[in-house]
């Protein structure tokens, strides 16, 4: 497994993958807070359209051409739920079933008409469905690089105005924030994260790496900045070692390996989170309990010598 580590294909795909658990843990910090964790898994399903399409109008099985068509396709859902959203009474988790199922609807019929045409070259569309890390390429590695620094860049200058939105719209709104448009270029970030993510995840699992990591980072701090960190950490290291394991076992998908590896660090953050973990509540409710008895024994210890005291002195 070691030896692993040396290989150059290997090396630029772990790198990849970190890249992308990275930026994937940053920006879904705020779809997290925002209460739109659904908003990744419509965003992934909604791509699938947008990919079939740029085959279908080329050809050609280009990484480029299909994050292309992705991300329009992606923005186009975007626009479609606040669309549902602002002109009618249909709550926002609503909105977003109903664009998920339409576009992956959508999708599946065009994979499906790809699948039974004369394209001689469509073999391994499919499997944008589950990813296919290891047919990263080193241009694939840079375009996620630079998603990456983009990702990271504009939520660090947007840094307050991404956490008033997430937490107070309203007050924002209030004091002259552009509230609708930083909303937007929010979901945006985020069809950018999730369309890239595609390649290596999948449309299926994609939305894991951008929930997962944020999740499990809520339960070790309280502060916003820390938490950004620790999910960019988080989904580092489950790209990174999801990546690793996958090219050490045959057989083994890379996209459902890191997935579940965030998973692996969620339930470690539920049970040892220092603040709302399971064990650290039960340690502190036992501490509480023994503290209370102690107090509560010498309490009745401090009655009784009080009580013989009062009996001695009203016998004199």
Known sequence: MWNLLTDPNLQWILFGSLLLGLSSGVIGTFSYLRKQSLIGDTLAHAALPGIC???????????GLFLIGAIL???????????????????????????????????????TQIQHSSYGNQSGLDKFLFGQ????????????????ILL?????LLFKEFKLISFDSGFASGIGFPVKTLEQLLLCLVTISV???????????????LITPAVSARYWTDRLGVMTVLAGLFGALSGAIGTWVSAGVA??????LSVLTATSFFVASVLFGPRRGVIPKLLRRSNAKKS?????????????VSAKGEREVSAS
């Open 53 to 63: 399409i740029a085959f279908m109008l080329t050809g050609v099985k280009s990484v």
């Open 73 to 111: 396709s992606g923005l186009l859902a975007t626009f479609g739920m606040s669309w549902i959203i602002r002109h009618s009474r249909i709550k926002p988790d609503a909105a977003m079933g109903i664009v998920l199922s339409v576009f992956f609807a959508i999708g599946i019929v065009l994979l």
């Open 133 to 148: 890390a290891a047919s990263m390429t080193l241009s694939d590695v840079y375009v996620m690089g630079g998603v990456a």
């Open 152 to 156: 990271i860049g504009a939520c660090a």
């Open 195 to 209: 369309v890239v993510g595609i390649q290596a995840v999948g449309v299926v699992l994609v939305a894991a790496l």
């Open 251 to 256: 057989q083994l998908p890379t996209g459902p």
């Open 292 to 304: 209370w008895q102690s107090e509560k024994k010498t309490s009745v210890s401090s009655s009784g």
